[in-house]
């Protein structure tokens, strides 16, 4: 049931009507023709990207024959991407139909007359200045917001596809379909205050609402070439570009023991982790050349005499060989690379490492001290062992750890004495001592006490009522973070011409009627500070240097 308006009301309503209907006669034949040359230029632009995207979906599919593995996740992103686009690009068509239909249709130059499939070139439409269908269409049923959501939803989609942070904020910033929410507002010609679609659709003429909806299929267009041209470079884009490939032999140590197995990776420097090559270990015949530099070149050749495969995983040869006999023992052999033509290069090398017996290492990462009162961190190893297979222990105090890597702790008891580190080594089960170490245990420095970074000379009176108190201050010492809390001392403060005042401070930090003398420090006054007392990590009572300081 409608409400009766009044007969204000109905005067304001006949006066839009008739602003409307001017508005409609003053566009003017002249500014309609243009959105006619726009909106084949637009088409005529949607054709020449959509011709772009099928030859690059084309690079995607050639690519997927050569490599799979590598190709498959950045298609499936390009799916994706073209999957939505093409929907939202229909959907822009309807409404498009839907506005020409709701104007009358379109006429070709027979006479024929057609609801839905205009464009400039086709024929003429009945209505394209018509301003009420597109308001009613896209702003009064909402249609506009509908697509505002879409087109949002469809960019936000375009661009979580991308995984690099760095990436994705240009894309961001260059995407052609550059759509706000719903919160942005516009100022109109009048200063108005208008959403999106109210400053796209309101009162705009048939001819110019389809040319805008055509730019939006563009801009989806752009936005999706962009992103499958991304996913496209993203195939290779970790791949290394060479002029030269030159075999490399990479070992965990060059120094085994009798009856211990010797590793290598065996590569070229530049490889395919989805194409393996083959890697061929035996001696060099003389197809094998070398450059001017010692390096073997490249070579159409076999290189190899005889020879076997060894097995290769991503890309790299694993190279096992049970080391007999001490001294220093040499291979060689090719890496065979099948090109793009299908022909094999070879890439000659040659690699030695030293078989030798086992001895213990024990190192400590600060000098061949240890202190006490702090952890001492410790690397231990056995040339010919893996880590787990080794252990470590201390005659005196604690030696934590594993791997390698051991924490010696010792107390204020210990300073003086030594203690003998020793390894031992896991041999298939059986345990093996290979060898110990000494170590002096020592007590940690003596820390200098400073006020404001200083322990005599003239300090600032700004500066010394912004200290807090007395500091003791290691360095130069080998661990770092290692500190001393000053437990007390004497504080003395000497006015120009006055006697000396003193106070017994307990504590790093001033009391509170030290406090009271230094805020009231001036030029010419002096503080001694004396018997500082300092406790240390070993739970040693220091007694630290005294601090003379001149206020100036």
Do not use: C
Not at 404 to 427: H, P, R, W
Request: aromatic letters at 8%; zero cysteines; charged letters at 25%.
């Amino acid at each position: 049931m409608s409400i009766p308006k009044e007969p204000r009301q109905m005067m304001i309503n006949m006066m839009y009507l008739v602003l409307t209907a001017l508005l409609a006669l003053n566009v003017s034949a002249e500014i309609l023709n243009a959105f006619h040359v726009v909106n084949e230029g637009i088409i005529n632009s949607n054709k020449s990207v959509d011709n772009k995207n099928d030859k690059s979906m084309q690079a995607f599919q050639s690519s997927m024959e050569k490599d799979a593995a590598k190709t498959k996740p950045w298609l499936d992103k390009a799916n994706i991407v073209k999957s939505e686009s093409e929907k939202i690009v229909k959907e822009l068509a309807a409404l498009s139909d839907e506005i020409v239909k709701l104007t009358g249709g379109w006429a070709d130059e027979a006479g024929n007359h057609f609801d839905t499939g205009w464009t400039s070139d086709k024929g003429k439409l009945s209505d394209e200045k018509n301003l009420d269908v597109s308001t009613r269409l896209l702003v009064e049923e909402k249609k506009g917001y509908e697509l505002q959501d879409k087109l949002l939803a469809l960019r936000n989609k375009m661009i979580s596809l991308v995984d690099d942070p760095g990436k994705k904020k240009e894309i961001e910033l260059q995407l052609p379909l550059n759509i706000p929410g719903k919160e942005v507002m516009f100022k109109n010609a009048e200063g108005q205050q208008k959403d999106w679609v109210n400053m796209n659709f309101h009162m705009i003429p048939t001819v110019a609402a389809i040319t805008l909806l055509n730019k939006f299929q563009n801009d989806i267009k752009n936005s999706e070439s962009m992103m499958i041209d991304y996913f496209l470079q993203q195939i290779n884009a970790k791949d290394f570009k060479f002029d030269k490939l030159t075999a490399r032999v990479i070992a965990p140590t060059s120094y085994v023991m009798q009856g211990q197995k010797y590793t290598a990776d065996i590569f070229v420097a530049a490889f395919n982790t989805t194409q393996n090559p083959e890697v061929i270990i035996g001696s060099l015949n003389a197809n094998a050349k070398k450059d001017p530099d010692g390096g073997y070149l490249e070579t159409k050749e076999n290189p190899v005499n005889g020879g076997r495969s060894i097995d290769v995983k991503g890309g790299m040869g694993k190279y096992e060989v049970g080391a007999s006999g001490e001294g220093e023992q040499k291979y060689a052999g090719a890496v065979k690379v099948i090109g793009p033509d299908g022909t094999p290069t070879y890439y000659p090398f040659e690699a030695a490492y030293t078989s030798a017996k086992g001895s213990a290492v024990v190192s400590s990462d600060n000098l061949n001290l240890i202190y006490a009162g702090v952890p001492n961190p410790f690397s231990v190893s056995v040339p010919g062992f893996a880590s787990d297979k080794v252990t470590a222990s201390a005659s005196i105090g604690s030696f934590s750890g594993s791997k390698g890597k051991y924490i010696a702790n010792m107390t204020a008891q210990d300073i003086g004495k030594e203690t003998t580190i020793s390894v031992t080594v896991d041999d298939q089960g059986a345990k093996k001592t290979i060898g110990t170490t000494v170590f002096k245990i020592k007590r940690i420095p003596d820390p200098q006490a400073v006020v404001a970074g200083k322990y005599e000379g003239n300090i600032k009176s700004g500066e010394l009522k912004a200290t807090p108190g007395v500091i003791a201050q290691l360095k130069d010492f080998y661990f770092q973070g290692v500190t001393f809390s000053v437990t007390s001392y004497d504080f003395i403060f000497i006015a120009k011409r006055q006697d000396p005042w003193i106070k017994e401070n307990k504590g790093m930090k001033w009391e509170s009627d030290v406090v009271s003398k230094i805020q009231g420090a001036k030029p010419g006054d002096q503080i001694i500070i004396r018997n500082i007392k300092a406790k240390g990590p070993d739970g040693q009572t220091r007694s630290l240097n005294p601090i003379t300081l001149s206020i100036n």
